[in-house]
């Protein structure tokens, strides 16, 4: 069972920066995909970046040039570094792992950790 738990949250002026981290735990060889989704109140759940343990990267349009997703393998860690925040960025940022192989199986499932929130003030 993997275990996503969220850290580097907070209150942040408009045009600061915030990085977020996510470390999965467990029994744990490989994940194939990481990434980080946000929900504001009143809102669906989007993505917001993604990246896979090749290297492959997503993001969403209204994050791209301010924000990097960037993973260390090895730690089963993946990073969100934001930067030019905007109030419209205020929301609950939530890690997600899919893909995850263990020691026994592989599993397609996807993980989420608990979220961390990110409230950016104008």
């Known amino acids: 069972q993997v275990q996503l738990v969220e850290s580097g949250g907070g209150l942040v002026q408009a045009g600061g920066s915030l990085r977020l981290s996510c470390k999965a735990s467990?029994?744990?060889?490989?994940?194939?995909?990481m990434g980080w989704y946000r929900q504001a109140p009143g809102k669906q759940r989007e993505m917001v970046a993604t990246?896979?343990?090749?290297?492959?990267?997503d993001y969403a349009d209204s994050v791209k040039g301010r924000f990097t997703i960037s993973r260390d393998n090895a730690k089963l860690t993946v990073y969100l570094e934001m930067n030019s925040l905007k109030p419209e960025d205020t929301a609950v940022y939530y890690c997600?792992?899919?893909?995850?192989?263990?020691?026994?199986?592989?599993?397609?499932?996807?993980?989420w950790g608990q979220g961390t929130q990110v409230t950016v003030s104008s």
């Open positions: 990246k896979t343990s090749s290297g492959a990267a």
């Open positions: 997600n792992a899919a893909g995850v192989q263990t020691p026994s199986y592989y599993t397609s499932s996807i993980s």
């Open positions: 467990g029994s744990i060889f490989s994940i194939s995909r």
